[in-house]
């Protein structure tokens, strides 16, 4: 079978993209980047000369001539989230093949056009970055509790500090900071997280959960890349306190908190607790990132409530000799090319329908 064709928008010099998705595609057989498109042509062909693509690699500087590309069978888009519906339309108009990170749109109503021309275009596979469902860890927790030793799960508290939100950001994060752009920690950070705890756990609410979103922290030390103050109080519009409690469609009791900043030395970025009848499942992290992976990530288990603790073993993949944001983006990848898709558009638009309902409760205009 020929590699399938790859068209890429927004693969910069540095951020999610070189370290995330190139690794598995330069070396999979099965993928092959044949075009580029970031701002201007010349940022493009800069990007192909600095990570040695081949010289048959175009260069575009605009998403509708990548989209008209008879040569490309996929386009990935890995630009800001304020910048999908623009630069992703083109592609799905052509009917062409894609991969959009998460979020699908700044917004549902964003999400849901796209959904729309997404069905229009008559696109075969679209597939959305919610990739911690292809994580080894989620997929051990997942056969744990389906191996009947915790029994029936009773309930589910999970506990998670984001990093974004606290003292400090820098120039590259600083649009996290701006609720309106559509990526922040509520829609980023919690909607990876809030994903992979439901792929555990079932999807959907029985009722709409009760929630809290608050900025509490107006303003934030602002950081050039060189590490020196570059403004002392920048004003924040997006929140950094996450609470949400609500019983699942499949029964479960949820108890979510997520705030921004760092953990409190010696406690875990993300502390997960599944109880079950017969046991309980204890999922550590240092950051509550499952979807990027970090070394330290643990899964113990206590049969009923007795003393013993035993560590779940982790078994690795081909992908484990990749740097950890390159590993579950290659599992997707691997899972796209025989037809599987990790993440469906209408799954995304329901999860930014979550999202949405949040925003409202709290008296917040998405």
Not at 11 to 24: I, R
Not at 41 to 58: G, M, P, R
Not at 311 to 330: K, L
């Amino acid at each position: 079978m020929p590699p399938i064709r790859v068209g890429f928008l927004g693969l910069s010099q540095s951020g999610w993209a070189p370290g995330a998705h190139l690794p598995y595609l330069q070396t999979s057989p099965d993928y092959e980047i044949v075009a580029i498109c970031n701002s201007s042509v010349e940022s493009s062909q800069e990007a192909i000369k600095l990570y040695s693509l081949s010289d048959a690699t175009k260069a575009y500087g605009d998403p509708e001539e990548l989209a008209n590309d008879p040569n490309i069978d996929l386009v990935v888009c890995s630009v800001r989230v304020d910048r999908h519906l623009k630069t992703i339309s083109p592609a799905l108009k052509a009917g062409k093949d894609v991969y959009v990170e998460w979020p699908l749109g700044k917004s549902l109503g964003e999400a849901k056009e796209l959904l729309r021309l997404k069905n229009e275009g008559g696109v075969k596979n679209a597939v959305v970055g919610l990739q911690a469902r292809q994580a080894p860890l989620i997929k051990k927790v997942k056969e744990i509790i389906e191996s009947g030793r915790i029994g029936e799960v009773l309930s589910s508290t999970w506990v998670g500090q984001g990093s974004v939100g606290g003292e400090v950001t820098t120039e590259g994060y600083e649009y996290l900071t701006r609720r309106e752009v559509g990526g922040n920690l509520v829609t980023i950070h919690f909607g990876h997280a809030i994903d992979f705890v439901q792929s555990v756990l079932g999807y959907g609410f029985q009722a709409p959960p009760k929630t809290l979103l608050a900025n509490r922290r107006k303003f934030q030390k602002l950081l050039g890349s060189d590490g020196k103050v570059i403004e002392e109080k920048r004003p924040k519009t997006s929140d950094d306190t996450i609470f949400l409690h609500g019983t699942l469609s499949s029964g479960i009791p949820l108890s979510f908190s997520l705030r921004g900043g760092k953990p409190f030395p010696g406690i875990p970025g993300m502390d997960w607790t599944i109880h079950g009848e017969k046991g309980t499942i204890r999922i550590t992290s240092p950051t509550p990132f499952v979807q990027i992976g970090y070394e330290g990530m643990k899964i113990e288990v206590q049969d009923g409530e007795g003393e013993k603790v035993e560590v779940a073993e982790i078994v690795g993949d081909e992908f484990d000799g990749f740097e950890h944001p390159a590993r579950n983006v290659g599992r997707l990848y691997k899972g796209l090319k025989n037809g599987e898709i990790n993440c469906s558009f209408e799954d995304a638009v329901d999860r930014h329908a979550l999202i949405e309902e949040i925003y409202r409760e709290n008296g917040i205009q998405e």
